[in-house]
Each structure stands twice: as C-alpha cells, then as structure tokens.
C-alpha cells in the first residue's frame, strides 16, 4: 500500500517535472513568433496600411536607437508603460518589414557611450518638473547611411499619433532626394520689393521686405523655389507645391496646377476671403480692404465652392481686440481656434491648439465620386457666414444682428483620390494639345485653407527687432511645417493614421442611463415650472406703501396667500430635490448592476461551463 502511495507520487510528480519542461521549451520555441488577433472595433493594435506601404520599401537595413533611462530615480514610473508599447509598436515594425528594422534599445547613463550616442543622434535628456526626478532620456532615433532622423522625445500626449511619427522618420531616412517645395504667391512670401513702394519711398525707405518666417524655416528643411504666377507647367523638380493668396489666377496657370496634381505632386493652398496681408494698394485713407484669392476651375471640378466676398464669423471662436483708438472692439471674424476647432484624429492637426485665423473664407459643396474630404479645420457651430468689409470694420453690427447657421464650417480640408482634370477640352488656348493628363494614375493629395493671413508674421510669430529672433505667438507655425511635412513626404502618410484612443465609451450603459434620465426629466421640468409660477405669483402680491414711511401695509388675505405660496414653494423645493436624488440613485444603481455583471458573469461562465464537463464526464464514466 505504501509502495502504491510512494509510486503515484513519484510519477506526479515526474508528471508535473515533463510539463514544466515541455511549457518552457515551447515557449523558447515560439517566443521569436509574433501572432495576435486584433478584435478591437478601431483595430486599434494593427498596422495601417498606409504604414505596410511604406515599411515595404525598405530595401537596406534600417537601424532604430532607442535611448530609454531606465533607471528607478531617473525614469518618471509614469512613462513606464509607455516604453513598453512603443518597445511593441517597434518590434510590429519590424515584422512587417520583413526583419529590415534593427532595434537597439540603449540605457544613456550619465558620462556613458550610449549617452554620447544620444547626443550625437540629437536625443536630449528632458525634465519633467511636474514628474519629478532627474533628468532623463526618452526618444530614438532611425538611421540608414548617410541619413539619421530623430524624435528627441517621446511625449505621451502624441501616443495616439505614435504610429504616423514612426512611420514619418522612416519615410525620410529611406528617401534619397531633400523634398523640392515650389511657392506660387501674389504675396512676397519669399522677401522682395516693399509691399507699398510709393508708401516707402514718402517715408524715406526702400528697403525691401524680408521673407516670411513660415518659409524662412521651411528651408531649412527643404528645398524651396519661387514659381511664377503666370506659368505654362510647374517644374517637374518640384513635389510639393504652395499656393499662398493665389489673386486673380488665370485659366491658363489654373491648368498648370490641375496637370501638376495628375502626374502626382501635391498642392497646399492657402486661398483667401479678406487677405490682409495683401496690403500693396491701400485706398487714400490708410485702410486695407485686401481681396479674395481662389482656384474657381479646379474648386469647381473638385464639387468644393468657396466664397470670396463672405468670411466666417464666430461668437465661440472670437475675442475682443484693440481698436483704432486702443479701446476692446469685438472682431467676431477673427477666430481664434482652441482644440474643439481641430480635428484631434488627424496626424496634421492632432496636436495643434491656439490658432490665429483671421477673417476667413469657408468651403461648402460635396467633392465629386472619387474624392474625399477630410474637414482639419472647422468653426464652432455659433457661427454664420458675413460680408468681408462689414467684418472688418463693423465687428460690433455683426454681434448685434448674429444669426448663427448652427453649423461648423470648414476652414481647411484635405482632399484625397484620383483626381480628374478640370480642363476635359484640353489646354486653354490650344485645344490641339496631345500631352494632357485626364486622370491621376495614383491617389493625390491637395490641402485647401480658407486663410492666407495664417502664415502671415503678424499673426504667426513676434520677432525680437533687437536680435531678430521670431518667437511663436501661437500654434500656426507648427502645424504649417508638419502640414509641409506630411504633404513633401510618402504619399502613404497620409494613410499611415494616428492610432485611436483606447479610451471607449460604454455606449450601452449610457443609452441605459439617458432612459433612466428621460423618465424623471419631465417630473422634474413640471416641479422647475411649479416653483417658477410660485414665485411669480409671490411677485405680484400687491405690496402698498403709506407715503415715503418704510413700513409695509399688507391686507390679511395678502399675508394669508405669501405664507401659502411660500408654503407650495418649500413643499415643491422637497419634491424636486427627492425626484432628482430617485434619479441619482437609479442611475448610481444602473451602474454598480453592469460593473457586478461584467466583473461576476465572466468567472460564472467559467465555472458554469467546467461544472457542466464535469458532469458530462461523470456521467460517461458512470455509463461504462
């Protein structure tokens, strides 16, 4: 007997020994193997295909430094996490470029190799005052000879745009050619002549006007070159062509552009309703009544209008500004857009805020079958479309006569497709033409912008006349160059999407709770109008006064009917005050019944279904 207890024992626990090893070597057999199934609504974890684009050309190994402090007193526990998934998003990479991506995950210790590497690839150790602790490092940086892109810093607040920014510096390193940018303006965007030359001349100065800051940073980066206003074709050097108050444009550039976007450029134009900017001919008192810009035949073919005697004015968006005699004047076409004027879900404006927009124009219609439009920019739905001059100088008639529309304009959109051209008789002016493009082989891209003045210096950026250095007002300056930034690189980016928020409502539950809410709302706006009619009628209680004595004559009935209304008033306070506490309670209840059934059904299930193959066992054991 002791010999059988002995003998099950041992062979237990052999039995245990086996399946330890057979788990461990398994698990050494497929941890190299990548394999999960994404069941989330957004596929919130898998790769987007404008991302596997790009990964797929990789045709030389790509190299990812990725500089993480990882010490207890110097990385905030916060960022932790965060670490790990961008350490997952990395090996995803890597998989889907078929092993091209060499990750090499480094430690930047203080007075170390791997911090001079930091250094050397642009990595900056930060401080997170608010976290605590010393400085550390948290960025990364891709390399492929001779080219290095770095993000110096890992910053949380982009991690639903973590993809799009990896995506974007492997697209760069993976480039060979710097992007050529071409500037078409009536504006003297890239410097030039005085804006009002005879003004100058009166004054005593000719000196010319430098280049705006906006493009004086985009060089940079690229490679920018001036193309004429009245151009037979746009340079096929040229990939990315900014269009900035393009006034008065003719047909004949307007098919340029449209044979430019068939053959795979991309266009950005900041077209205009009330440009101020465009203060050549000042009329004799001084004023700048500026002018519209639009692209009336390529706009029109595309299914977009845009208006430009009308601009957007906004009592959500707007402030108060100085006035000519220094005083606060309402300025509701001026708009000053905060995050709810963004479209947060979109890799170009995802993290923009505080944005100057000065009197600009809105697109309507619908774009044409086989185009899309994403809306990046709108106003707040208290908004309505106004005449341009009356903006300008009549902020305050406007607040007086608001109308509001009750919808969001658009003040800046994407379009993306196969574009058809606008021009289907050919070239204007020579229909004998055998060279015209009639439709976009691959899906382009245009931007449109409702406003030129955005770029702007004056409302853009405050440059320090001493030193010359310009300093952010706002938040234009950043979204044009990551606007320029998506627009010169892959055309895939633009499918390379910022990964959703994981956050997700619990539409159910809050449909539940709006029933529960709808039931009481009625009890509860009859007892709001009872006490409203209660004191009203308190209100008209007659109340005499003898001469200019100060004491009050009150009849015995209007004593009698103050102490019932006051009465009615407190008994009506009660039961409203009880019908929203029944409401709390429903609703408090409502909750804590989904959160018991989410956590308890589960494991109920569970035990449910092993109790009923235990059974099912025993009962086949039994019939043996």
């Not at 449109?448 to 004056?458: E, H, Q």
């Not at 001493?466 to 892959?490: K, S």
């Not at 009465?567 to 408090?588: F, G, S």
Request: glycine share 8%; net charge neutral.
């Amino acid at each position: 007997m002791k010999q059988n207890k002995l003998q099950t024992i041992l062979f237990s626990t052999a039995g245990l020994l086996l399946v330890f090893i057979a788990l461990t070597g398994l698990n050494l057999i497929f941890s190299p193997v990548r394999v999960r199934l994404d069941l989330t609504a957004d596929q919130l974890h898998t790769l987007s295909d404008g991302t596997r684009k790009i990964l797929s050309k990789i045709d030389s190994e790509v190299e990812v430094r990725l500089y993480v402090s990882r010490s207890e007193n110097r990385m905030p526990s916060a960022l932790k996490n965060y670490a790990q998934n961008i350490e997952d998003l990395l090996q995803e990479f890597r998989t889907a470029s078929g092993n091209k991506i060499t990750i090499k995950k480094l430690d930047p210790e203080p007075d170390s190799e791997a911090e001079d590497a930091a250094k050397l690839d642009g990595v900056e150790p930060v401080s997170l005052g608010q976290m605590g602790g010393d400085p550390f490092y948290f960025g990364l940086a891709v390399s492929l000879a001779p080219e290095t892109k770095a993000i110096p810093f890992l910053s949380p607040q982009r991690e639903k745009l973590l993809e799009y920014d990896l995506a974007r510096v492997i697209s760069q390193v993976i480039s060979t050619n710097k992007p050529v940018l071409g500037v078409m303006s009536a504006l003297p965007v890239l410097g030039g002549p005085a804006a009002n030359p005879m003004a100058m001349m009166q004054m005593g100065r000719q000196q010319p006007q430098p280049a705006w800051v906006t493009f004086s940073e985009l060089k940079r980066d690229f490679t920018v070159e001036s193309v004429g206003t009245d151009v037979d074709a746009i340079p096929d050097s040229v990939q990315v062509l900014i269009l900035v108050h393009p006034k008065e444009i003719t047909e004949k550039t307007q098919f340029a552009i449209d044979q430019f976007i068939l053959r795979g450029g991309k266009v950005v134009a900041f077209l205009d309703a009330m440009c101020l900017a465009d203060n050549r001919s000042p009329n004799p008192m001084g004023l700048n009544f500026g002018g519209g810009s639009s692209l009336p035949k390529l706009l029109e073919s595309w299914g977009i209008q845009f208006d430009t005697t009308k601009v957007v004015a906004d009592r959500t968006f707007s402030r108060e500004l100085a006035g000519r005699d220094g005083r606060p004047q309402p300025v509701p076409a001026f708009l000053f857009l905060n995050g709810d004027g963004v479209n947060k879900e979109d890799a170009v404006t995802g993290q923009s805020d505080n944005l100057w927009i000065p009197f600009a124009g809105a697109f309507t219609g619908k774009p044409v079958d086989g185009l899309r439009a994403d809306v990046l920019l709108k106003s707040s739905d208290d908004a309505q479309l106004v005449d341009g001059m009356t903006s300008q100088f009549n902020g305050g008639k406007i607040l007086d006569e608001f109308a509001s529309a009750r919808t969001n304009y658009p003040l800046a959109l994407r379009l993306t497709g196969k574009f058809k051209t606008a021009f289907p008789s050919g070239k204007p002016g020579d229909t004998n033409a055998t060279d015209v493009l009639k439709e976009s082989k691959v899906d382009g891209a245009v931007y449109l912008f409702g406003d030129a003045d955005f770029l702007y210096d004056a409302y853009s950026v405050e440059v320090n006349p001493m030193f010359g250095i310009a300093v952010p007002r706002n938040g234009n300056l950043a979204l044009v160059q990551n606007l320029i930034e998506q627009a010169a690189g892959d055309v895939n980016l633009v499918g390379a999407r910022g990964r959703a928020s994981v956050s997700r409502p619990f539409t159910v539950v809050q449909k539940m709770e709006a029933e529960a809410r709808s039931r009481y709302q009625g009890k509860i706006e009859a007892l709001n109008r009872k006490v409203e009619d209660l004191q009203n009628r308190l209100n008209e209680v007659q109340v005499k006064k003898e001469g200019n004595a100060s004491k009050i004559i009150l009849t015995k009935e209007q004593q009698e009917a103050i102490a019932r209304f006051k009465e009615d008033q407190v008994a009506a306070r009660k039961e409203l005050r009880q019908e929203r506490r029944n409401l709390d309670v429903e609703v408090k209840n409502l909750e804590n019944r989904v959160k018991w059934l989410n956590i308890a059904l589960m494991p109920f299930l569970v035990s449910a279904t092993g109790i009923a193959f235990a059974i099912a066992r025993k009962n086949r054991t039994n019939a043996k």
